[in-house]
């Protein structure tokens, strides 16, 4: 039981900077804009750029951990997040700025999938749950301090602070990984699939960088069409490569374990709302509703409150219900609670406001917790690696498509109405990814109601009844 507890925890500091460095820059943009000499919108690129690092990298962490061991690469990759942090501090200009944030995003494309595959690793199957709770907990601490770090540190000191905050926590990380972490070092490296890992990483940073021009024409629109042109051949040319080959770098079989491609698929469609809230949310506060960075994220800090009070309950929850029905309604309310964040204006009040971000976040932390844990309930141990470097792509594209629809939306909403951008273009994203995150939930409920039950317990609850 200590192992179920103490390894998700010391994993998770991993997940509690990328969480809370997220949550801060999206608090900070409009004054890290106005510092730099741009705009708020235009600094999109950089959270691209973050994404194109995740894309590219991601699909090489299981190869990466098996070849030179998960808890090498584990603290390698809290070290190299550590040095995109300064180098952020220090940008001048969103070119140095976007440049360091892809800097940023390739070590933490490997902390958080080795830190989930070295929790799959160690966790039995019947304890996946829990140990998944255990392991978002911590995390959470980042979306729920962040925005009131973030806002203070952006309103009464300087931006660059958001950014060194990591480098004490990610210390800590690297050391107490390397006193207290003790997993067992499984190694199963398989042989190099070079052709595949560059198939693979034109088809990912050409199909979220072609998204995020098409959305924001930052660049001539021409080259995100071209790029998203060459993202998607690329990727059918993966997938050609992969049916050919004894070792794939992302192995598509794997989608035959039904509940495996249900996590993947629900969990992608879901994230697509997930992903534009924290770039549509704070930028609707603070440009629509005129608040500060500090008062903005004294507000949308409550959902991360509601995310950590569903890890007590989650357990529970799907024991006795199942994952289907469960992650088939809080996904479907889930999304309808974005889009509900499209009626709010200056005049909503704030309770109002937390009130419907505290159950959102309650819906939010349910369905990725149940879907984690529901999508290894059919991959065998030496799947493990190739299928948490699938789950963390699928994760980084849909949400990078989050903002790249938030995007698009804004842009083609403002040039529709032929003025600037106000707070009815903002609500009409919230409309349409807030419906987009709903469809999820069918995607859930075409599962058999026993689905995954030696994962949840739903099946030793019904015997225990009858």
């Not at 959902?303 to 219900?321: D, H, N, P, W």
């Amino acid at each position: 039981m200590i192992n179920i507890r103490v390894t998700p925890l010391i994993l998770a500091v991993a997940l509690f900077m990328e969480q809370m460095d997220s949550t801060v820059i999206a608090t900070s943009l409009p004054a890290i804009a106005l510092d730099i000499g741009t705009e708020p919108i235009a600094l999109k690129l950089a959270l691209t750029a973050y994404f194109v690092a995740l894309a590219i990298f991601i699909p090489i962490s299981g190869w990466m951990a098996d070849r030179f061991g998960a808890k090498n690469i584990f603290r390698l990759a809290i070290l190299v997040f550590m040095l995109g942090s300064l180098a952020c501090s220090f940008a001048f200009s969103l070119e140095t700025f976007v440049l360091s944030r892809f800097f940023q995003g390739i070590g933490s494309s490997m902390m958080t999938p080795v830190g989930r595959l070295l929790l799959v690793r160690s966790t039995p199957r019947s304890e996946l749950v829990a140990a998944m709770a255990w392991l978002t907990v911590p995390g959470l601490l980042g979306p729920l301090t962040g925005p009131l770090i973030g806002g203070f540190l952006t309103t009464y000191l300087s931006w660059h602070w958001i950014f060194w905050i990591n480098i004490p926590i990610g210390i800590a990380g690297i050391i107490l990984a390397g006193i207290f972490l003790h997993v067992p070092d499984e190694r199963h490296p398989r042989p190099t699939d070079f052709v595949g890992f560059i198939l693979a990483a034109i088809s990912f940073s050409g199909t979220v960088f072609g998204l995020s021009v098409v959305s924001l024409p930052a660049l001539p629109i021409i080259y995100g069409y071209l790029t998203l042109a060459i993202g998607i051949v690329s990727g059918i040319l993966y997938l050609l490569h992969a049916r050919r080959t004894k070792y794939p770098l992302l192995d598509p079989a794997l989608f035959r374990h039904r509940l495996f491609r249900a996590s993947v698929v629900g969990g992608s469609v879901f994230r697509i709302g997930i992903g534009a809230v924290p770039f549509l949310l704070p930028l609707t506060l603070q440009l629509g509703f005129g608040l500060n960075p500090f008062q903005s994220g004294a507000i949308t800090f409550v959902s991360a409150i509601g995310a950590i009070m569903s890890k007590f309950l989650a357990e529970r929850v799907f024991a006795r219900l199942g994952f289907p029905r469960v992650l088939g309604f809080c996904a479907m309310m889930g999304g309808l609670l974005i889009g509900a964040q499209g009626f709010f204006d200056a005049q909503t009040p704030a309770a109002i406001i937390m009130a419907v971000l505290l159950c959102g976040g309650i819906l939010r932390s349910v369905v990725f917790t149940g879907s984690n844990a529901m999508g290894y309930a059919d991959v065998a141990d030496d799947e493990a690696s190739q299928a948490t470097a699938i789950v963390a792509v699928g994760q980084q594209l849909s949400i990078a498509a989050g903002v790249a629809v938030a995007g698009a939306i804004l842009e083609i909403s403002t040039r529709l109405r032929g003025t600037e951008l106000s707070i009815i273009d903002f609500q009409t994203a919230f409309f349409v990814v807030g419906g987009l995150s709903a469809l999820a939930g069918l995607v859930y409920y075409r599962l058999p109601a026993d689905a995954g039950a030696e994962v949840s317990g739903h099946v030793m609850v019904r015997a225990q009844k009858e």
